[in-house]
């Protein structure tokens, strides 16, 4: 398996236009997250799915963000309208069904910058 | 809930040790992970025990676990410049379905 593929991995847009980054998960793995990175606040958890479904949201900063898992092998993290404090870098990771052991596989990343 | 600190930075000589300490709050840890990010690149497991377990090591690197003071460490010997990166250490806990990542320790090798 190429692992987990993010694209694009740079992302330059203006103030207020749409942002789409995209995520295919590793072929079999039943959790996808959705994390952000930036120097101030390190790296947090922004929404994760099971089998599609979303589980956990909370981390999901405001409205102006979504996120969407129509299949198993697809992802998007929306961001509608942007703005500069929505520069970072966006990792995307996926992780396979085990009772107690959930190590996640990470993407390489969508470094963001908000003009 | 759930709290992983790290310190932000450690500068250490090429050849010594590196130890990097993590302390988390959770006492239903399972797993404990130790992750490298190196510029520009996303997060790689590096290594994780069990918390039933108080040492693992692998090779260059040796993870301690205190699981009476909830404090993790990973010991990186004969540090070469290659190890320069960030390293998270994170964990996993009874019930959740995610994991919970410390601020990150960015290692810097001075040659």
């Known amino acids: 398996d190429a692992g987990v593929i993010q694209s694009p991995r740079h992302e330059v847009t203006e103030m207020g236009q749409e942002v789409t980054l995209r995520c295919k998960p590793i072929s079999g793995h039943d959790y996808l997250f959705w994390y952000r990175q930036t120097m101030m606040r390190g790296l947090e958890l922004l929404i994760y799915f099971n089998n599609n479904v979303p589980i956990d949201d909370s981390g999901m900063p405001e409205d102006r963000f979504s996120a969407k898992m129509p299949n198993a092998s697809f992802s998007t993290l929306k961001i509608q309208p942007s703005e500069p404090r929505d520069s970072a870098v966006y990792f995307c990771a996926s992780s396979p069904r085990r009772r107690l052991n959930t190590e996640a596989f990470f993407g390489q990343g969508t470094r963001l910058t908000v003009v | 809930g759930e709290d992983v600190e790290q310190s932000l930075f450690l500068s250490v000589r090429e050849g010594d040790s590196s130890v990097i300490n993590c302390t988390y709050t959770d006492s239903s840890s399972t797993y404990l992970y130790w992750y490298k990010q190196e510029p520009g690149a996303g997060l790689q497991l590096l290594t994780y025990?069990?918390?039933?377990?108080d040492m693992k090591q692998d090779q260059r690197l040796t993870v301690l676990l205190n699981k009476k003071d909830k404090h993790l460490s990973l010991r990186i010997a004969d540090t070469q410049t290659g190890d320069s990166a960030i390293y998270f250490c994170a964990e996993s806990i009874s019930g959740a379905n995610n994991l919970f990542f410390g601020t990150g320790t960015r290692l810097t090798v001075i040659p």
């Open positions: 025990i069990f918390s039933n377990m």
